[in-house]
């Protein structure tokens, strides 16, 4: 049977579906695939390692072991607070050292700038990545350090007991993080050199950095093992909780490629729905004459369930290879677009491929399995005997779309984004269902009217006369629309909004310590120099009690959680919610009220909630105020953030310094060095090099989702061309009819024309409102952006779905109006 329904054409239109489906669903698994991976190498790059662990001690043989056993490649550093001199004693600086072994980092690179270098004139680039540490006797130094030792690259200076020469000016340190003591301008020196400086000696505030880099599973495995045996001898570090400032702009491009993956899978299903539905209409007679001959329900059931199996296989390994050609062809495409190495994808894609198409095929084709399985015999005689039991029926159709949710949700990876877009389609469609027949109803009058084309009346009647087909089809069209219109949005407002997050103007530098008679003369510098930056207050302190009860860091289970009670955190105080702030639970401060404010994250890991009484030790005085928010920073915009912020009356009179960030750009005047040169207890941090890295990987993965919106498209082509098949039959037995009576070709033609327009332009308007709706609902609680609604999308959906209608009506019902009128009739 499955021959001859291949002979017969039966089984290309669901093969087809299928190929495109599982093309589609492995060109986007292919591509995200590889993304990822390029995105945690990437993300390893910004620490200079797999994992970090912090310590206060050096790394123990026993940890150097575990390792190696593991095939992992380790580097060690050192970083302490010091004072760099010029060698006339004349100039000072305070300065962060950093003493680091040979095959520092292990990802990532130094980029150095040395001025006159030839090597960098022939990259035609003021930096290039170093090769190996600096060389003995040498050291490495920030651009700000140079001029404040009134020195330059060759001079020398000393440190310590020791003293070096200036190799290179660092222009970017991969794993540069914003702890205290990194806020100070740098200086890497090698590791075996630090002892003759007489720096390392007892007493000395000495931190050990251990970077390890290895193979996914080897990483993971050490660092389970890390976590089980560590204890309180350290911290450690991952991309999710070693570099927060990456962390949110990796996690959106992770939900991005989900989301393109999803509309992929649920535009690929409603075709291979509609196409296994055209299947089961078209095989009732055939089944019907085999229950005559003696076949039995269950040998029925069997059969097509084989045929369907095979073609099941064979269109998912073919769409298998399809997607991974597609996925090639895409990043040709693209070319430079995309200037990372990406790594090779694994069998992960394939594999969820397989799955998919298996899935999608049996999986939706119950419901048509169900009715042959119940095809009466007398069928035969009586085609308007109905074979579907409408219980029997819901129960396959629950079982399929339960199936599908789960699909979705391993596609996403996510469950709050798969379950948010599965809902949201299933409720459109169900809105569009609803929505399609209240027009048809209102339309069912006007059929009657007498209108002078014969092309309109005809169109009308059609459109009518065939209600379950068209809200069938206007269903299916508006639901392939609405995930090209939502993809569309996402290309360019939810885009938009994600560029805002951390938009090239991002503030770049972060001056710290300003004594609070500093603040005037610092803000009426920076405002002469054009540059607006509010400064914000810095209060330290610890928690020492929640509702009364004192709070100990053994008490808690979670690692950080003990680390946050241990140490003193940055405060802050506001009267207003600060910019790039959500407001998560609760209220904002009233006026003259002593309140608290929390970042969420943070108040979950202390196990703290709305209504909770919080009391911090602020230089040695006790401070208490009532929780009465959560908030969700938004960490990728590197503005100035707090985890903690209290109301004015709290914190107004503690002893505080002051912070405030501002963007820098090239050709810009920088009142920086005169400002330290005024205030020396000033410190500088130039966040420039790490905002250029997030930037790169936001607009790598912009460029993918763009790419990926042509699999999408050709995904939403197959739906149309399988909704307008299914009533290829019916059109064409009303056309003979038709034509029998009188009818002109021209004017079935133009019938034909409009009651497309008609279709396509109604489920156009509806894919457009629901896309609108959807896209808020993602930017508001998946992506956490603003969402600004535009008029275009609305005119693109109309505009799209008469056009999509019409070229679909074009090659699905090819050939309807050239059969000959007999011909159909005699095969009725």
């Known amino acids: 049977m499955t021959r001859r329904d291949w002979r017969a054409g039966e089984l290309r239109l669901i093969l087809a579906a299928l190929i495109v489906a599982v093309a589609a669903v492995t060109s986007v698994g292919f ?13 390893a790059q910004l620490m200079g390692a797999d994992v970090v662990l912090n310590s206060d001690v050096p790394l123990t043989d026993g940890i150097r072991a575990q390792a190696q056993a593991r095939g992992l490649e380790a580097a060690e550093t050192i970083v302490f607070p010091s004072m760099a001199l010029s060698l006339d004693g004349e100039h000072a600086q305070l300065v962060s050292v ?10 990532g690179a130094v980029r150095v700038r040395e001025p006159g270098a030839t090597q960098a004139r022939q990259a035609g680039s003021v930096d290039y990545p170093a090769q190996g540490v600096p060389e003995p006797g040498t050291v490495w130094l920030d651009a700000s350090v140079l001029p404040l030792l009134h020195a330059e690259v060759g001079d020398r200076i000393q440190l310590g007991d020791s003293v070096f020469r200036v190799g290179n000016v660092i222009t970017l340190e991969p794993d540069r993080g914003m702890s205290f003591v990194n806020l100070a301008p740098r200086l890497m020196m090698r590791a075996d050199e630090l002892a003759a400086t007489g720096l390392a000696a007892f007493g000395s505030r000495l931190s050990y950095r251990s970077l390890f880099a290895g193979e996914p599973a080897p990483v993971a495995d050490f660092t389970r093992w890390l976590r089980a045996n560590l204890g309180e001898a350290g911290r450690i570090d991952t991309l999710a ?27 690929a299903t409603v075709a291979v729905a509609m196409a296994a539905r055209r299947y089961m209409l078209r095989h009732l007679a055939s089944v019907a004459v085999m229950r005559c001959l003696g076949a039995t329900q269950g040998e029925v059931s069997r059969l097509v369930a084989i045929e369907f199996l095979i073609v099941a296989v064979i269109g998912a390994a073919l769409g298998c290879v399809l997607g991974y050609a597609g996925h090639a062809g895409l990043l040709a495409a693209l070319g430079d677009l995309i200037t990372t190495q990406l790594p090779a994808p694994t069998l992960h894609p394939a594999a969820q491929g397989l799955v998919t198409g298996v899935w999608l095929l049996l999986g939706f084709a119950l419901p048509s399995l169900a009715q042959l399985h119940r095809v009466p015999p007398g069928r035969v005689l009586r085609s308007d005997l109905d074979a579907l039991a409408g219980g029997r029926a819901a129960l396959w159709y629950g079982v399929g779309l339960t199936g599908f949710v789960v699909l979705l949700w391993w596609v996403a990876g996510e469950l709050r984004l798969g379950l948010l877009t599965a809902g949201g389609f299933l409720l459109a469609f169900a809105m569009f269902a609803l929505a399609a027949w209240a027009g048809l109803v209102f339309l069912a009058p006007w059929r009657r009217l ?9 169109a009308l009647a059609g459109v009518v006369r065939r209600r379950a087909a068209t809200v069938a089809q206007i269903c299916a069209l508006a639901v392939g629309l609405m995930a090209m219109l939502l993809l569309t949005i996402t290309r360019t407002d939810l885009i938009d909004g994600w560029r805002q997050a951390a938009p090239p103007d991002a503030p770049n530098r972060f001056l710290i310590n300003i004594q609070s008679n500093q603040r005037e003369p610092i803000e009426a510098t920076l405002m002469h120099a054009g540059i607006h930056a509010p400064l914000h207050p810095v209060v330290r302190g610890r928690l020492i009690e929640i509702n009364g009860q004192p709070v100990e860091a053994a008490a808690f289970a979670d690692r950080r959680a003990r680390r946050m009670i241990e140490r003193e955190a940055n405060l802050s105080y506001s009267a207003r919610l600060p910019e790039h702030n959500a407001l998560v639970q609760g209220r904002w401060f009233e006026p003259d009220e002593r309140a608290i404010s929390m970042d969420q994250e943070l108040a979950q890991t202390l196990g703290v909630v709305v209504g909770d009484t919080l009391t911090y030790d602020v230089a040695g005085r006790p401070v208490t105020a009532q929780l009465v928010n959560l908030r969700s920073p938004q960490w990728d915009s590197m503005a100035v953030n707090f985890f903690v912020l209290t109301s004015p009356e709290v914190l107004r009179n503690a002893p505080q310094s002051w912070i405030t960030s501002f963007h820098i750009g090239p050709g810009m005047p920088d009142p920086l060095p005169g400002l330290l040169a005024r205030f020396p207890n000033l410190s500088v941090f130039d966040v420039t090099a790490i905002l250029d890295q997030v930037q790169r990987v936001l607009d790598q993965v912009i460029v993918a989702v763009q790419g990926l919106f042509v699999f999408t498209l050709a995904a939403g082509v197959l739906v149309l061309y399988a909704a307008l098949s299914a009533t290829r039959d019916e059109r064409m037995r009303e056309a003979a009819l038709l034509r029998a009576l009188g009818a ?20 156009g308007a509806l894919a457009a409102i629901a896309a609108s709706a959807l896209a808020w609902a993602l930017a508001r609680y998946a992506f956490e952006f603003p969402f600004v609604p535009s008029w275009w999308v609305f005119l693109l959906g109309i505009g799209a779905g008469m056009l999509a209608a019409l070229m679909g009506g074009q090659a699905g019902l090819r050939g309807v109006l050239h059969t000959p009128p007999l011909v159909t009739l005699r095969e009725v």
């Open 98 to 107: 950093k003493a680091v072994s040979p095959n520092y980092p292990l990802r």
């Open 450 to 458: 007498h209108f002078r084309s014969v092309a309109v009346r005809f």
């Open 31 to 43: 591509l995200a695939d590889r993304l990822r991976l390029a995105l945690e190498r990437d993300g």
């Open 241 to 267: 909780t070693g570099r927060p400032e990456v962390r949110q702009t990796l996690d959106r491009a992770q939900r991005f490629l989900s989301l393109v993956a999803m509309l992929a899978v649920l535009i």
């Open 744 to 763: 002109t070709r021209r004017q079935l033609a133009r019938a034909q024309w409009l009651e497309l327009a008609l279709i396509g332009a109604a489920a």
